[in-house]
T-cell receptor, first 111, second 116 residues
């Protein structure tokens, strides 16, 4: 399985600001995914990011709030924009297809 | 659309006891099934998967799960747990047709606490 790293591992941000989370994979992958895990909750898919095309967002998530870049086959970023305390979550990237492997996550706290 | 129900939010057990974590799913199409484990302050690790073939699948750390299509269940079992098995366990499904949609749908998780 691929080795996936995320930066930052955690951050505390003020409301109204934005944070960009990076996801790096040690091998080329076609599909990358971004998930959100709110406190005490399960994981919810935010969007699917394929290299060379626009990200596909799930219902309830919009590009203005969660812009995603996928410049190459080993890297992606997720930006959480204009943050509010409700955005406090763990954000995880994953790679694969029907079988997915996850990064360690970014723990975001918005104050 | 798919959904996953994990019937127990918390399961406390004593060390060396057997454990079963229950998972039921709903889907109008064929699915693949997964169990992931999340240790405290860590990401998700794939524990085991059912794609096709034998309905009894074995995973890492001595865990196994059985796919029951008629009951739409995929329960996770371990005959003897260790303190180190304390973690959150998530059941997940994805459509086996794949295509451009490999979305994983997760259950709400079961916190397994193994006590000495």
């Amino acid at each position: 399985s691929a080795v996936i790293s995320q930066k930052p591992s955690r951050d505390i941000c003020q409301r109204g600001t934005s944070l960009t989370i990076q996801c790096q994979v040690d091998s080329q992958v076609t599909m990358m995914f971004w998930y959100r895990q709110q406190p005490g909750q399960s994981l919810t898919l935010i969007a699917t990011a394929n290299q060379g095309s626009e990200a596909t967002y799930e219902s309830g998530f919009v590009i203005d709030k969660f812009p995603i870049s996928r410049p190459n086959l080993t890297f992606s970023t997720l930006t959480v924009s204009n943050m509010s305390p409700e955005d406090s979550s763990i954000y995880l990237c994953s790679v694969g297809t029907y079988e997915q492997y996850f990064g360690p996550g970014t723990r975001l706290t918005v104050t | 659309a798919q959904s996953v129900t994990q019937l127990d939010s918390q399961v406390p057990v004593f060390e060396e006891a057997p454990v079963e974590l229950r998972c039921n799913y709903s889907s109008s199409v064929s699915v693949y099934l997964f169990w992931y484990v999340q240790y405290p302050n860590q990401g998700l690790q794939l524990l085991l998967k059912y794609l096709s073939g034998s309905t009894l699948v074995k995973g890492i750390n001595g865990f196994e799960a059985e796919f029951n299509k008629s009951q739409t269940s995929f329960h996770l079992r371990k005959p003897s747990v260790h303190i180190s098995d304390t973690a959150e366990y998530f059941c997940a499904v994805s459509e086996s047709s794949g295509g451009s949609n490999y979305k994983l749908t997760f259950g709400k998780g079961t916190l397994l606490t193994v006590n000495p």
